[in-house]
């Protein structure tokens, strides 16, 4: 099992409407959990961290299982400049190196 | 402000040739690591350090090499490159600590093997 799993994807959907991604982790030891944004042809940059009670950014809502090992990010009202990768990160079990996991595409259209 | 400055940004390279992609970061950070990134395969981490002297591999090591002699300094070496080692490469830096998980990348390396 990869150590970061992530839906797939593409999400296509229409300005104003709520997605979500889940991905799954195989260290059940992780401590620290990340959402990272990527848009094309340019290096990722992290939009926020994941707690372990949840938490909140304006639109974007990012929450933590421990017992099903995953995570998950909504996304509700999207924009139009939502349109990017969201890649799932996890520190490595030495807790030296940040994994990736494959990244959903989002598209949103008007 | 420069962060993370990576060299060469395009490089083409036959079968065989040897190369050295350069990685420097002025942020004092103690880790440092080098991903590629393939269509549909996110990040896949190479190789990483947690200090100058101390590098360790990642997930897709094989093929490169690396060396921390300084903390600002961490270079990527194919020693003879393949086609599958067409990909853009992107080093990272981040602050010790297993909650600081904020990396600062440089622009990319975008390579092409002949």
């Known amino acids: 099992r990869k150590e970061v799993e992530q839906d797939p994807g593409p999400f296509n959907v229409p300005e104003g409407a709520t997605v979500a991604f889940n991905c799954t982790y195989s260290?059940?030891?992780?401590?620290?959990f990340f959402w990272y944004r990527q848009d094309c042809r340019k290096e990722p940059k992290l939009l926020m961290s994941?707690?372990?009670s949840g938490n909140e950014d304006g639109r974007f809502t990012a929450q933590l299982n421990r017992a099903s090992q995953y995570i998950s990010l909504l996304i509700r009202d999207s924009k139009l400049s939502d349109s990017a990768t969201y890649l799932c990160?996890?520190?490595?079990?030495?807790?030296?190196?940040?994994?990736f996991g494959k990244g959903t595409t989002l598209s949103v259209s008007s | 402000n420069a962060g993370v400055t990576q060299t060469p940004k395009f490089q083409v390279l036959k079968t065989g040739q040897s190369m050295t992609l350069q990685c420097a970061q002025d942020?004092?950070?103690?880790?440092m690591s080098w991903y590629r990134q393939d269509p549909g395969m996110g990040l896949r981490l190479i190789h990483y350090?947690?200090?100058?002297?101390?590098?360790d591999q990642g997930e897709v090591p094989n093929g490169y090499n690396v060396s921390r002699s300084t903390t600002e300094d961490f270079p990527l070496r194919l020693l003879s490159a393949a086609p599958s080692q067409t990909s853009v490469y992107f080093c990272?830096?981040?602050?010790?600590?297993?909650?600081?998980?904020?990396?600062?990348f440089g622009e990319g390396s975008r390579l092409t093997v002949l």
């Open positions: 942020m004092n950070h103690e880790y």
């Open positions: 990160v996890v520190f490595n079990q030495a807790g030296t190196a940040l994994i």
């Open positions: 990272a830096s981040n602050r010790q600590g297993r909650n600081t998980g904020e990396l600062f």
């Open positions: 350090s947690v200090g100058a002297g101390i590098t």
């Open positions: 994941v707690y372990s």
């Open positions: 260290n059940s030891a992780s401590q620290s």
